[in-house]
Nanobody, 126 residues
Framework: QVRLMESGGGSVQAGGSLTLSCAAS????????MGWFRQAPGEGRQAVAT???????SLADSVKGRFTISQDNAEITVFLQMNSLKPEDSAMYYC????????????????????WGQGTQVTVSS
């Protein structure tokens, strides 16, 4: 199983930026797709962004134009650059991995991802 370790969360003011990192280990090369979900208190898990092993990306409408997902050349570290942060972006952010490539109709489903990190907290104050 792929092990995922997130880092880079923290507290910022609205309009600020943060970069999250996710390092994969274990059977990292079995991952076909990696990305990020987030969960605010009392809410369900929401897909934020994913990138596959062909560098094809998907982004939630709520973060398009503000967030960018990328990966390193070895495809075992994924980054989420978050700019123009808003208070509604506050949540626990989870790194995810799937052994299957996702489609436009599946990438936002939490149960498509068989590995999850422990999460890193992002708090945006107004």
């Amino acid at each position: 199983q792929v092990r995922l370790m997130e880092s880079g969360g923290g507290s910022v003011q609205a309009g600020g930026s943060l970069t999250l990192s996710c390092a994969a280990s274990g059977y990292a090369y079995s991952s076909a797709c990696m990305g990020w979900f987030r969960q605010a208190p009392g809410e369900g898990r929401q897909a934020v962004a994913t990138i596959d092993n062909h560098s094809s990306t998907s982004l939630a409408d709520s973060v398009k134009g503000r967030f960018t997902i990328s990966q390193d050349n070895a495809e075992i570290t994924v980054f989420l650059q978050m700019n123009s942060l808003k208070p509604e972006d506050s949540a626990m952010y989870y790194c995810v991995s799937s052994s299957l490539r996702q489609t436009p109709s599946t990438w936002q489903r939490p149960d498509e991802y068989n590995s999850w990190g422990q999460g890193t907290q992002v708090t945006v104050s107004s």
